[in-house]
């Protein structure tokens, strides 16, 4: 099955009422959150709410359940997997990744835990969450650290704190998130991962601004955004569909490659351009994803 990625928003454990609410919201996985947006006096009803979710909430096919575990420092992490891993769960997130260590640790413990449960091994997912600036120089050996990781992902308001700024500071054109990003996506492609980028930190009301920022990094190669409000949801999968043209242009560019390989070329022309097999193989990436889509819309 092809991974699509396009939207993962995030819900509160704590948070019953939203949590009820996920299998409704047209996003491509739901992350159930046990870290920053639980207080310390939650953290217990939170794990007790997310357990029955996986348990208990269908979510339809490639649809994924996700959980922000605590990180390794706090001491509650440990806590967190004894509850979470169960059969549903498809992959845990963990926060303030910043080194091959802190996955090598998890996967570790997530054997351990499929063992001993009957889970299939290997069955749950890692998604590695880079924060920091010693995590934005640790990309590649983060992402390549576990064969459990499927995608990094940047939270870029804690990036922004270890460079001794606030998040309010942001200006429009966000260069100052510029290297990490680029760092973030370079890590996650040589590594054969998908690359999902930060949540959308303006207003909850300004759509406008979310679809820039989402229409930017998906322009330096992104393949999906983390966000924080249902509302966003809809803006966030229409950056990252294919669109039509994409779709028409992916044909043609399948079509004319293959028919030249019939007849024993290596490479082809498309309206005066050159298609080579790297062109055709993007292509026919595309279209797999688009064709998961269309299976997507129709469950």
């Given at each position: ?7 993962l ?24 959150d ?12 939170a794990?007790?709410f ?29 806590q ?8 549903g ?14 996955v ?19 069955s749950?997912?890692v998604?590695?969450l880079?924060?920091?600036h010693?995590g934005?120089l640790k990309?590649?050996e983060?992402?390549?650290?576990s064969?459990?990781?499927i ?6 308001l804690?990036y ?7 998040y309010f ?12 990003r ?8 040589a ?18 601004g979310l679809?820039?920022e ?6 330096l ?6 966000v ?24 043609e ?12 070329m ?31 819309e129709?469950?």
């Amino acid at each position: 099955m092809v991974l699509v990625l396009r939207s993962l928003l995030f819900v509160p454990g704590s948070n019953y009422r939203a949590i009820m609410k996920t299998p409704t919201i047209n996003c491509d996985a739901v992350i159930f959150d046990l870290e920053d947006a639980v207080s310390m006096e939650d953290k217990e009803t939170a794990r007790i709410f997310v357990k029955d979710a996986i348990e208990k909430l269908n979510f339809p096919d490639g649809k994924m359940k996700v959980v922000r575990v605590n990180s390794w420092d706090t001491g509650l992490c440990e806590q967190d997997l004894d509850w979470v891993v169960k059969e549903g769960l498809d992959a845990i997130m963990l926060p303030k990744s910043e080194s091959k260590d802190d996955v090598s640790k998890l996967d570790e413990y997530l054997t351990k835990l499929e063992e001993d449960r009957g889970l299939e091994k290997k069955s749950i997912k890692v998604i590695p969450l880079i924060e920091s600036h010693v995590g934005v120089l640790k990309a590649y050996e983060i992402a390549s650290s576990s064969d459990r990781c499927i995608a990094l992902a940047f939270g870029a308001l804690d990036y922004y704190r270890t460079l001794g700024r606030t998040y309010f500071k942001f200006s429009e054109e966000q260069y100052e998130l510029l290297f990490a990003r680029s760092m973030i996506i370079n890590a996650a492609k040589a590594a054969g991962l998908k690359a999902i980028d930060t949540p959308f930190f303006g207003m909850l009301v300004d759509k406008k601004g979310l679809e820039r920022e989402a229409r930017l990094v998906w322009q330096l190669g992104f393949d999906g955004k983390l966000v924080i409000h249902p509302n966003h949801v809809d803006v966030v999968n229409a950056v990252f569909t294919p669109s039509e043209e994409d779709v028409k242009q992916a044909e043609e560019v399948v079509e004319v490659y293959e028919k030249a390989k019939t007849m024993g070329m290596g490479a082809a022309t498309l309206r005066g351009k050159m298609i080579d097999y790297a062109t055709y193989v993007q292509a026919k990436e595309l279209l797999e994803v688009y064709e998961a889509l269309i299976r997507k819309e129709k469950v």
